[in-house]
Nanobody, 123 residues
Framework: VQLQASGGGLVQAGGSLRLSCAAS????????LGWFRQAAGKERELVAA????????FHADSVKGRFTIAIDNAKDTVYLQMESLKPEDTAVYYC?????????????????WGQGTQVTVSS
C-alpha cells in the first residue's frame, strides 16, 4: 500500500496551495482518507478527512472556510485545497488512510501513512 503525497512548498501569507495524495495497493472502499499536520514542537493534528465515497467530510475549526478536502475516486486521489494560508499553517502535512480516521484526531493507530510534505507560509 502506498500513499504518495505531493504539492507542498513555500508560499506567502494569503496564498494558496493544493496537496495531492494518490492511494494505491489495495481497495479503499471502507476507508477514510485525510490530512494531518505537525508543526515544530506541536502535537500532530487532524486537519481534514473524507470518506472514500465523499459522502462525509471533516475540517478542523482552524482551517474551516479556508481548506477544502475532496476525493477523485477515478484517480484514487484525495486533495487538500488550501486558501488564505497563514503562517500558523506552516507544518509538515501527512496523508493518511484508516477505516476509523474520523475518530483518530491525533493520528494514533492510523493504518497507513504517506510521506510528509512541507508547507511553509511566510509572513
Amino acid at each position: 500500500v502506498q500513499l504518495q503525497a505531493s504539492g507542498g512548498g513555500l508560499v506567502q501569507a494569503g496564498g494558496s496551495l493544493r496537496l495531492s495524495c494518490a492511494a494505491s495497493g489495495r481497495t479503499f472502499n471502507s476507508y477514510s482518507l485525510g490530512w494531518f499536520r505537525q508543526a515544530a514542537g506541536k502535537e500532530r493534528e487532524l486537519v481534514a478527512a473524507i470518506t472514500w465515497s465523499g459522502g462525509s467530510r471533516f475540517h478542523a475549526d482552524s482551517v474551516k472556510g479556508r481548506f477544502t478536502i475532496a476525493i477523485d475516486n477515478a484517480k484514487d486521489t484525495v486533495y487538500l485545497q488550501m486558501e488564505s494560508l497563514k503562517p500558523e499553517d506552516t507544518a509538515v502535512y501527512y496523508c493518511a488512510a484508516d477505516p476509523r480516521l474520523f475518530i483518530r484526531p491525533i493520528g494514533r493507530g492510523i493504518e497507513y501513512w504517506g510521506q510528509g510534505t512541507q508547507v511553509t507560509v511566510s509572513s
